[in-house]
């Protein structure tokens, strides 16, 4: 089975358009053109990937799953050319984070990594996509919570960091020592859904409401930070993801009588090998670095 890129980018076009005819017309090519090169190419792929009626043509369900390998094989190809082009330039190193690591990873790295003589891409993710994504080298170094992980990949603990509350500076529980969760319940609440154990939490403080208010469970981190900053909620984050502020004291972390309330395990991730890339491990470096700020 052979399969041109030519192929795959008429295919996005055909998608994207909904039309083979309006595809025809973005290569000034005849409309009977394309509808033979799609079906050349349902022949190679074994699937139909339109249906095809009086108003254009639909993806099918076929079509939709294959579309983003489509899509990541041209991009793949454009990266290439784009080095080719511009010669060996600066090393890239693609990095993936949790939204709510992506504050504290992305930022300070890049602040240390300012005079280093590399590219560095950001993105973000949930921790399983990252792995994949490493795994399949659309990423170099993945940010996630520690997991099992794939054959392939080396995993590097980078630090524990707790659940905590937090409120704003001003707020009225502040600086109350052995706050109870019935306390906190007679307040605006806004936990971070950092994982089974935030249902939890916010089923036992939805009993100790004296009144029906919402409870806001919230990803990512930051969005729950945002509400204690500025709108009075108790926020219930990893500690590290507000690491700043409660460093400024915009934030202050609640003296809570309860016992902890949950914790993380934060890992990095990249592909083992024999093969050295200087690079990536030299934000690796950086990175182990970083994690030793936040013990």
């Given at each position: 089975?052979?399969?041109?890129?030519?192929d795959l980018?008429?295919?996005?076009?055909?998608?994207?358009?909904g039309?083979?005819?309006?595809a025809?017309?973005?290569r000034g090519w005849?409309?009977?053109?394309?509808?033979?090169r799609i079906?050349?190419?349902?022949?190679?792929?074994g699937?139909?990937?339109?249906?095809?009626?009086?108003?254009?043509?639909e993806?099918?369900a076929?079509?939709?799953?294959y579309?983003?390998?489509?899509?990541?094989?041209?991009?793949?190809?454009?990266?290439?050319?784009e080095?080719?082009?511009?010669?060996?330039?600066l090393?890239?190193v693609?990095?993936g984070?949790?939204?709510s690591?992506?504050?504290?990873?992305?930022?300070?790295l890049?602040?240390r990594?300012?005079?280093?003589?590399?590219?560095?891409?950001?993105?973000?993710?949930?921790?399983?996509q990252i792995?994949?994504?490493v795994?399949?080298?659309a990423l170099?170094?993945?940010?996630?919570?520690?997991?099992?992980?794939?054959?392939?990949l080396?995993?590097?603990?980078?630090?524990?960091?707790?659940?905590v509350?937090?409120a704003?500076a001003?707020?009225?529980?502040?600086?109350?020592?052995?706050?109870t969760?019935?306390?906190?319940?007679?307040?605006?609440?806004?936990?971070?859904?950092?994982?089974?154990?935030?249902?939890?939490?916010?089923?036992?403080?939805?009993s100790?409401r004296?009144?029906?208010?919402?409870?806001?469970?919230?990803q990512?981190?930051?969005?729950a930070?945002?509400?204690?900053?500025?709108?009075?909620y108790?926020?219930?984050?990893?500690?590290?993801?507000?690491?700043e502020?409660?460093?400024?004291?915009?934030?202050?972390?609640?003296?809570?009588a309860?016992?902890?309330?949950?914790?993380?395990?934060?890992?990095m991730?990249?592909?083992?090998?024999?093969?050295?890339?200087?690079?990536?491990?030299?934000v690796?470096?950086?990175?182990?670095?970083?994690?030793r700020?936040?013990?």
């Amino acid at each position: 089975m052979t399969v041109s890129l030519d192929d795959l980018q008429l295919l996005l076009d055909a998608a994207e358009l909904g039309s083979f005819s309006q595809a025809a017309a973005r290569r000034g090519w005849a409309q009977p053109q394309v509808s033979q090169r799609i079906a050349q190419l349902e022949s190679s792929l074994g699937a139909q990937l339109f249906k095809r009626h009086r108003r254009g043509a639909e993806p099918t369900a076929a079509c939709l799953a294959y579309l983003p390998a489509a899509r990541a094989a041209l991009e793949a190809l454009a990266e290439g050319k784009e080095r080719l082009t511009i010669g060996e330039g600066l090393p890239k190193v693609r990095l993936g984070a949790l939204p709510s690591l992506s504050g504290v990873a992305f930022g300070p790295l890049l602040r240390r990594l300012a005079d280093a003589p590399v590219e560095i891409h950001c993105d973000t993710d949930h921790s399983p996509q990252i792995l994949q994504q490493v795994l399949s080298g659309a990423l170099d170094i993945g940010f996630v919570l520690h997991r099992p992980h794939p054959a392939g990949l080396e995993l590097e603990t980078l630090g524990e960091t707790p659940i905590v509350a937090v409120a704003g500076a001003s707020h009225p529980l502040a600086t109350r020592r052995g706050v109870t969760l019935s306390q906190m319940a007679a307040y605006p609440l806004a936990p971070q859904r950092w994982g089974a154990a935030a249902e939890d939490l916010a089923r036992r403080l939805r009993s100790l409401r004296q009144s029906v208010s919402p409870i806001h469970l919230l990803q990512p981190a930051a969005a729950a930070r945002d509400l204690a900053l500025w709108h009075g909620y108790v926020a219930f984050v990893p500690r590290l993801a507000v690491r700043e502020e409660l460093a400024q004291g915009l934030l202050k972390e609640l003296d809570l009588a309860e016992p902890e309330l949950g914790r993380w395990r934060v890992a990095m991730v990249w592909r083992g090998g024999k093969r050295r890339d200087a690079a990536r491990d030299r934000v690796l470096e950086a990175a182990r670095e970083l994690a030793r700020e936040w013990r």
